[in-house]
């Protein structure tokens, strides 16, 4: 039985290879799933006995990206607090602004590619969320209820990890309107543009002006703060 593992395994590993190999040349749209079972020197049915659709191919790719992503893996290393709320909608906001700043990078397709797939069938953006969700809700909400426990949080009727929802649907709505050559809603362009998008977003989670106030500008990068995480072990 551990041989058949084995084997199954490493058939998936040679899927992906080959289909990160494919994403590379072709993009998500010229990329088909015999293209990627060609590439990996094996049939069609075979891939499909893996990956059912191309979605989720190309989720399990970018999952595996988040996964191995240094960043990620810091956020995820630091202890729930509101220190750490503070550091998890900042790095949200960063992340969607920059790949707004260079709409031809992968970011930046990544965002259309989830707008197409919300128009259609909805297949990636499922798959995608899901993955979101396992990798960064349980981080949100231990941190969301130190805060709450802090007393920098007032808690908000419903399920907490809708809020977390809520603040993506705002990042990336805003990287949307960003996204065209010429924007679609040009926002003035003030130095404190992405600390605004923070602020509102912090006050609909609950945060007390008191609270950002003195989180928000005083929280290390998410770099600095794993190292005094690490140094204090």
């Not at 899927?15 to 049939?43: D, H, M, N, P, W």
């Not at 900042?90 to 128009?119: K, W």
């Not at 609270?211 to 928000?216: D, Q």
Request: proline residues 5%; hydrophobic residues 45%.
């Amino acid at each position: 039985m551990s041989t058949i593992r084995l084997t199954s395994d490493l058939r998936r590993e040679q899927i992906l290879e080959a289909a990160k190999r494919c994403f590379a040349l072709y993009g998500f749209a010229g990329t088909t799933t015999r293209s990627v079972a060609q590439a990996a020197g094996i049939s069609e049915g075979l891939l499909f006995k893996h990956f059912p659709t191309k979605a989720a191919l190309y989720t399990e790719i970018l999952a595996e990206a988040c996964e191995a992503d240094p960043e990620l893996i810091r956020l995820r290393e630091l202890k729930p607090s509101t220190a750490t709320l503070v550091i998890l909608i900042r790095e949200m906001v960063v992340h969607f602004m920059r790949a707004t700043d260079a709409p031809d990078q992968e970011d930046a397709q990544r965002v259309r590619l989830l707008i197409s797939s919300q128009l259609t069938d909805g297949e990636f953006a499922r798959l995608l969320y899901d993955k979101i969700g396992d990798l960064i809700g349980p981080i949100f909400k231990a941190s969301l209820e130190s805060a709450i426990e802090a007393g920098d949080v007032e808690r908000v009727e419903g399920e907490s990890l809708n809020l977390f929802w809520f603040a993506h649907q705002v990042v990336h709505m805003i990287a949307l309107a960003r996204l065209p050559a010429t924007p679609s809603l040009t926002y003035p362009s003030a130095p404190d543009f992405e600390r605004q998008i923070c602020q509102f977003i912090l006050r609909g989670i609950g945060m007390s002006g008191r609270a950002i106030n003195s989180y928000l500008d005083t929280v290390p990068p998410l770099s600095n703060a794993a190292v005094r995480i690490a140094e204090s072990a």
